[in-house]
C-alpha cells in the first residue's frame, strides 16, 4: 500500500584495465524502470511517459549530463 522507489547504478566491464567500462543507472518507479543512463549511449533515455519527459530535460542540460558522463571515470 504504497509505492516503491529505487535507483539502481552498475557498472560492466570484462578487461582488468576497465578500458570497456560502461555504466548503467536506473531509475525504478513501482518496479518499472522508467528512465536509464547508458554510458555508451551518452545520454538518457525513458521507457514510460514521465521518463520519456524528464529523459528530454536531462539531455537537454549540459552540465547534468556531463556529470552522468563523469561518473565511468569514477
Not at 539502481?8 to 548503467?24: E, I, K, N, P, Q
Not at 522508467?34 to 511517459?49: D, K
Request: glycine share 6%; aromatic share 20%.
Amino acid at each position: 500500500n504504497g509505492y516503491y522507489y529505487s535507483r539502481w547504478a552498475t557498472c560492466f566491464h570484462s578487461s582488468r584495465d576497465f578500458s570497456d567500462m560502461v555504466l548503467v543507472d536506473n531509475y525504478i518507479f513501482n518496479k518499472d524502470v522508467y528512465i536509464q543512463f547508458n554510458s555508451t549511449v551518452g545520454e538518457y533515455v525513458g521507457y514510460t511517459a514521465h521518463g520519456v519527459y524528464n529523459a528530454e530535460l536531462w539531455n537537454k542540460d549540459p552540465n547534468f549530463l556531463q556529470q552522468e558522463r563523469a561518473q565511468v571515470e569514477t
